[in-house]
């Protein structure tokens, strides 16, 4: 099972809203994967718990060395499809 990390400024309203959008596509197309919220301020400790990451705010995520999208597209609805596919290709790899 993939483990997903959503990391926004806080941890509780946007990166939860993006979470349980990914939560729920993830389930509606059966794959293997978990999502969580995670505060920004506590990403670089846990980093390595998780597969992939997904960026609401911008940070250092390239030095990361994990495989990252952008959750503003969950937010906004603009460039979902795409973004999907792609947190998709990463989920199935």
Not at 18 to 34: F, H
Not at 62 to 72: F, H, Q
């Amino acid at each position: 099972m993939k483990k997903i990390f959503v990391a926004c400024g806080s941890g509780v309203a946007t990166s939860q809203t993006v979470a349980s959008k990914i939560g729920n596509m993830i389930e509606d197309e059966g794959l293997d994967a978990s999502v969580e919220a995670v505060d920004i301020k506590s990403l670089e400790s846990i980093i390595d718990q998780c597969d992939i990451y997904v960026s609401i705010v911008s940070s250092d995520a390239e030095s990361y060395g994990k495989p990252t999208v952008s959750g503003i597209p969950f937010l906004t609805g603009v460039g979902m499809d795409e973004t999907w596919e792609q947190l998709k290709s990463y989920i199935e790899a």
